[in-house]
């Protein structure tokens, strides 16, 4: 069916090359194409490389497999990592002491522990990278990004820096391509969201816990060391308003305040007991609710399961997110169509990820030719395209990761839960484009797909066939010939040549 | 013809319209008549330049109330001794370290502002932080930050590449939004980095080249625009930059950055606001008084903006340098010779325009009914007040409701740190 519906599109507009359409997909649907890639997703047909890219379980990926096992986090689970922190903390407060005892003012810092923990944090960051540029199931890899920014947390609050692992790998990518209300309870459900959006603080104004010693325990790490003593709203505000219904869901505060009693209670373990979800039945407000025209009796955990069942089917649920995902994979200020196909894929399947993405990848305004090459690329984006395309080695050290920071998109350092912006607005300005250019002429040094050659339309011809899939335009082609008419060098000459096409506008667009 | 002289003639075209027509008038007539009237001597424009001290500054410590007895029962090893304090007003006194801004408070360019805050009572850094730089206390989604609001919104200096920097590597929430602003790490290196000049140069012309062939969309324009700034930059020749007076800046960071961004003053590239972070104020354990760990951050904050004040000599008229930090620390010192979190702190404002020699905003006391939560300092001043009114009256800014959304500022709760005409 998808075919035919490609087929009769195609008869509409001008077609573009099996090539050109296969370098489109890469654009969205993975991170970009590596050499000669557009053409091999070509002979196998868009549409059937589309089909197995939403079917990644069948995707074998064993270069990825391997280069995960460098990564040591992936060893620690949520405890371990927990009490990584704990020691690291304790060991920082104890060099203060001792340095403030030898009357020594300078502070400590970035020793021992807390710089191993660090370390391990930025292994976070490499590893998202490496998963990127590497896998080979890339649509999944796309929707994980996309996800873990649709249901943002900030690496950096507290005992986040310690739960975001355990976030990504159990909640998040499991459900990357699943259904939309499993990931949605998962996600409430995850101590990095509850400790973020300070759910896990949230008590029934009057409420107490039951034993003397478990009440002088902080939670989780959080400097207040003041028991919690009433409802707080902010999760049940971002879920409204971000993770389901839309800032235009139709919602009040007072059903904000309804759905953060629903959710009173839910909370977590300390961190030496695992930091994990926990239900505290005491914290939890037994009174009637009444929100969206329901009424919630006392009904504990179960209140707040039945609430994001009913969230995650809601219209301005399925509009909201669909047209999240038309900006990230049609178009910035993507167009009713893709949108309504999304819609009433989600509506049949009831919430079917695979079925929401193939509707929008087979509705006309993902290949109308307003939305090809319309989108600019995040610096995230920008950076794994460009180490892709390059056949640069994304390796265990921190400069990719500090590459796409110094570009502005510091993964998951975003504090608002909003996320990072999907529009080229958010990402294109005089600084962000020279941070740009800059990256492009460091990456153009490690360039290994382009051979060095002496003649320099050549050259430019090989740029144009491994960068751009053959999408250079003829200007482009003339300014980089003219910069390279006096250099005789054919190792500085592709160092020129790339880097100028890396930075230059062609590349930054998808 | 130099960029302050341009936006010169425009302003004063854009007042020609403003007598007129101008649908702002009203707002303007409200909150732009305190503003002090351009000079025709020094078309400087105004400068607001914004320390954030993350990690909470303890203001107790900062600007001590040494007439308060309850400040020194609280805090028996941690209390700086009256005879220690640099006496401001016989209530109030500058914590010793910062000695060297004496004399600015004796000429009447440093005010002091006491018991101000955050109407939310969240103890958490990064919240704190968050509401601060989003200017939306107590709401998370805000996707921009307050100063990035204010140049959306007051666009009339919108010419410049410069306008709002932050001093960093990356840019800060108070300025991320939909208004160009810049993030410059050193001042030295922006542009293209490739060491030779000549290379450098060529590149230059190359990628400007491009991106002029990409037609006019944002990318084009942010290349011009990104050029632009390179150009004038060039120009003004950072590397060749010696202080003025003699001014010596500590070392560190703190000094490195006010010296960039007094370059940058002096550059007239069209610097509005210029952000910059300080750090390592988070004192829970051996905060120490007189000496010790918060006075050897202070007498570094002191001697960086002594050494900014006089380094800029008679253009600091026009310039306001305010300090900020998300909350201040619990009145009494905690087990360990530190404090931990509290509520309101004090914030320093400083430069020609402020209305110096005065400790601002309305002193709660520190006996146990008059604190907050029985513990802190209470927020007698909402932060916005006082950026507001920085914004309003310094920069011009005629519609606060638009860059404090959910905030009806009014010009009767400012506090008069800013000079009338």
């Known amino acids: 069916m998808h075919l035919i519906l490609w087929v009769a599109l195609a008869a509409q507009v001008p077609a573009p090359t099996a090539r050109d359409s296969a370098f489109h997909a890469l654009n969205r649907l993975a991170y970009g194409a590596r050499p000669a890639e557009a053409d091999s997703v070509a002979r196998v047909g868009v549409m059937r490389w589309i089909e197995r890219q939403l079917d990644p379980d069948h995707v074998p990926d064993p270069r990825l497999g391997e280069r995960e096992r460098q990564f040591k986090i992936l060893d620690y689970d949520r405890a371990d990592l927990a009490g990584r922190y704990r020691d690291a903390i304790r060991e920082r407060q104890r060099m203060q002491r001792e340095a403030a005892a030898a009357g020594d003012t300078l502070r400590p810092r970035g020793a021992g522990p807390m710089r191993e923990f660090r370390e391990l944090g930025g292994e976070l960051q490499q590893l998202a990278i490496v998963r990127a540029a590497v896998s080979e199931r890339q649509l999944h890899e796309v929707m994980v990004d996309f996800w873990t920014n649709h249901f943002n947390v900030f690496v950096g609050k507290g005992a986040d820096r310690f739960l975001l692992p355990s976030y990504i790998e159990e909640t998040i990518r499991p459900r990357a391509l699943g259904n939309f209300q499993d990931l949605l309870i998962a996600t409430a459900q995850s101590p990095a969201m509850l400790f973020y959006l300070d759910n896990a603080q949230s008590v029934a104004p009057g409420s107490s816990p039951p034993f003397r010693a478990f009440r002088e325990r902080a939670t989780a790490g959080q400097a207040v060391r003041s028991r919690p003593t009433g409802i707080n709203e902010n999760y049940a505000r971002e879920l409204l308003e971000l993770h389901t219904l839309g800032v235009d869901g139709g919602y009040t505060q007072q059903d904000i305040i309804e759905v953060a009693r629903i959710f009173t209670g839910w909370s977590i373990e300390p961190p030496e007991r695992g930091a994990g979800f926990v239900f505290r039945d005491w914290a939890h407000d037994r009174g009637a609710k009444h929100v969206f025209g329901l009424t919630f009796h006392d009904d504990g955990r179960d209140e707040g399961i039945a609430l994001l069942k009913f969230l995650a089917n809601q219209h301005a649920t399925m509009h909201h997110v669909s047209a999240k995902l038309c900006a990230r994979f049609v178009a910035d200020d993507p167009p009713d169509g893709c949108i309504d196909a999304a819609v009433a894929a989600w509506q049949k399947t009831h919430g079917d990820i695979r079925a929401v993405l193939r509707a929008i990848f087979t509705s006309p305004d993902f290949w109308s030719a307003q939305a090809i090459r319309s989108k600019v690329k995040t610096p995230f984006e920008f950076v794994v395209s460009a180490v892709r395309a390059t056949g640069v080695e994304p390796d265990d050290t921190p400069r990719l990761a500090q590459l796409v920071a110094r570009l502005g998109e510091p993964l998951y350092q975003q504090p608002a839960p909003t996320g990072y912006a999907e529009t080229e607005a958010r990402w294109v300005n005089s600084g962000a484009l020279l941070a740009r250019m800059n990256a492009a002429l460091a990456l153009a040094k490690e360039c290994s797909s382009i051979p060095a050659i002496d003649d320099h339309a050549q050259l430019v011809a090989a740029i144009d066939e491994k960068l751009l899939a053959g999408t250079m335009s003829a200007h482009t082609k003339s300014v980089i010939l003219e910069q390279l008419a006096d250099i005789t060098d054919s190792v500085q000459a592709r160092a020129l040549a790339v880097g100028l096409a890396l930075g230059g506008p062609d590349f930054q667009r998808q | ?421």
């Open chain 2, 1 to 421: 013809m130099t960029i302050s002289r341009r936006i010169f003639v425009k302003n004063s075209g854009l007042a020609l319209v403003s007598l007129g027509m101008d649908p702002l008038f009203l707002a303007r007539a409200v909150f732009g008549s305190y503003r002090p009237l351009p000079s025709h001597t020094v078309p400087y424009r105004p400068v607001l330049v914004c320390l954030f001290q993350r990690g909470a500054v303890d203001g107790l410590n900062m600007i001590v109330p040494h007439g308060e007895p309850a400040y020194y029962q609280e805090r028996p090893r941690i209390a700086v001794p009256a005879k220690d304090v640099v006496d401001l007003d016989g209530h109030f006194g500058l914590h010793p370290s910062l000695a060297p801004l004496k004399a600015l408070w004796d000429n009447k360019s440093l005010a002091a502002i006491h018991a101000i805050g955050s109407p939310d009572g969240t103890r958490s850094h990064f919240d704190a932080q968050d509401y601060m730089e989003s200017g939306t206390p107590g709401v998370k989604s805000t996707g921009d930050g307050w100063v990035n609001r204010y140049c959306q919104h007051d666009r009339e200096h919108a010419d410049t590449p410069f306008r709002a920097v932050a001093f960093g590597p990356q840019l800060p929430r108070i300025l991320a939004g939909t208004a160009p602003s810049l993030a410059i790490d050193d001042l030295q290196a922006f542009g293209l980095r490739v060491p030779q000049e000549g290379a450098r140069d060529r590149l230059t012309r190359a990628f400007e080249e491009l991106y002029d062939g990409a037609g006019t969309g944002l990318l084009a324009s942010s290349s011009r625009e990104g050029f632009e700034a390179v150009r004038m930059l060039k120009r003004a020749d950072p590397t060749q930059y010696r202080p003025a007076d003699g001014a010596d800046y500590p070392p560190g960071r703190l000094g490195k950055t006010l010296l960039q961004i007094a370059q940058l003053i002096k550059a007239d590239v069209g610097l509005e606001i210029a952000f910059a972070d300080c750090s390592g104020w988070d004192t829970h354990v051996n905060q120490g008084s007189s000496d010790g760990q918060l006075a050897a951050r202070l007498r570094e904050l002191g001697l960086a903006l002594a050494a900014f004040n006089r380094d800029l000599g008679d253009r600091m008229r026009n310039v306001v340098v305010l300090t900020m930090s998300e909350f201040g620390r619990t009145i009494r010192e905690n087990g360990n010779s530190g404090t931990d979190h509290g509520h309101a702190t004090a914030m320093l404002a400083l430069g020609g325009p402020v209305n110096g020699g005065r400790v601002l905003g309305r002193w709660p006391g520190l006996s146990l009914e008059q604190r907050f939560e029985g513990r802190d300092v209470a927020v007698t001043t909402d932060f916005r007040d006082l950026f507001g009114e920085i914004l309003s009256r310094h920069l011009g800014a005629t519609d606060l409701g638009t860059v404090f959304p959910g905030y009806t500022p009014s010009p009767a709760r400012f506090l008069g740190g800013i000079r009338g005409t």
